[in-house]
């Protein structure tokens, strides 16, 4: 793909590396940093994903399988990767269902994909990430709004927002940010309840329709550039939380 960076963008020239980067949100952000100029690491555990993101990203694009869940698989990446300006970590497998119908183990395994995986990435990340850098975690709307199915999700996004806002104190002056997506039609929402849900989420909220990834991007690069914004928790949900 050929693209000319713009050179008076923010992100010209500077490194993102994006962990769930190869699908969804994740891939829409490697996308648009890419369009302002960056150069863009990707990484998620499927390597044929990952092969497929990159090709469809181009040659400013390199990737690398890796399970975020794995600390010691984290720390190896960096170490491979070097320096590099701003991080972003959209890799998550979460349950989806009421606490009391959830498999502990899956529960679990939702707070070591989504909630210890970001710290995995924060801490071998960080101290690699050059001066004016800054790192966007993900969380999601069900940390402020009761959603039944979302127990876990909901706990995991509200550390994950108590963590951004803590981070933005303890590393600056890397800034850290989170933002927060509302219902997102994305390959994450798969199952056969999916277009359901969704046509009840635009039914419900004022954007009357589900975001786009690229919507989501959009709101991280904003995280990413803007120098004065610190220790945000960004939603972006059409309007959901305020419905
Ligand atoms: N979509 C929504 O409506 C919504 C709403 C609120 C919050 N969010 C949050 O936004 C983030 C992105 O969601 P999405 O909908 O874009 O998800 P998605 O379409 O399912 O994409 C997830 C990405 O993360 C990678 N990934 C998953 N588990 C991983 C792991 N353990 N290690 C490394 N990579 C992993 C996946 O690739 P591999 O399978 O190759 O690993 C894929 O690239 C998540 O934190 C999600 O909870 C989404």
């Known amino acids: 793909m050929s693209r000319v960076p713009p050179?008076?963008?923010?992100?010209?020239?500077?490194?993102?590396v994006v962990i769930g980067g190869t699908k969804g949100i994740g891939f829409a952000t490697a996308e648009a940093a890419m369009a302002k100029g960056a150069e863009v690491v990707v990484a998620s555990r499927d390597v044929s994903r990952v092969a497929g993101a990159?090709?469809?990203?181009g040659a400013r694009a390199s990737g690398a399988s890796l399970d975020i869940a794995d600390a010691e698989a984290?720390?190896?990446?960096?170490?491979?990767?070097?320096?590099?300006?701003?991080l972003v970590t959209t890799a998550a497998h979460v349950v989806r269902k009421p606490l009391l119908?959830?498999?502990?183990?899956?529960?679990r395994a939702s707070f070591d994909s989504k909630f210890w995986g970001q710290v995995n990435a924060v801490r071998s990340g960080a101290p690699l990430i050059r001066a004016g850098g800054s790192i966007v975690l993900v969380s999601g709307i069900s940390s402020r709004r009761g959603i039944g199915t979302m127990a876990f999700p909901a706990a995991i996004n509200g550390a994950v927002e108590a963590l951004?806002?803590?981070?933005?104190?303890s590393l600056a002056p890397i800034r850290v940010n989170a933002v927060s997506p509302g219902y997102i039609d994305t390959p994450g929402h798969g199952g056969p309840e999916r277009a359901a849900t969704l046509a009840k989420v635009a039914a419900a909220i004022p954007a009357g329709r589900p975001g786009r990834p690229e919507e989501v991007a959009q709101a991280i690069l904003y995280l990413l550039t803007n120098p004065f914004s610190t220790g945000t928790v960004l939603d972006i949900d059409g309007g959901h939380l305020a419905a």
Request: aromatic content about 8%; proline content about 2%; glycine content about 4%.
């Open 101 to 107: 119908e959830a498999d502990l183990a899956e529960a």
């Open 164 to 169: 951004a806002r803590s981070l933005a104190v």
């Open 74 to 86: 984290v720390a190896r990446f960096f170490g491979q990767i070097g320096p590099f300006d701003h």
């Open 54 to 57: 990159v090709e469809r990203l």
């Open 7 to 16: 050179r008076n963008s923010a992100l010209a020239d500077r490194r993102v």
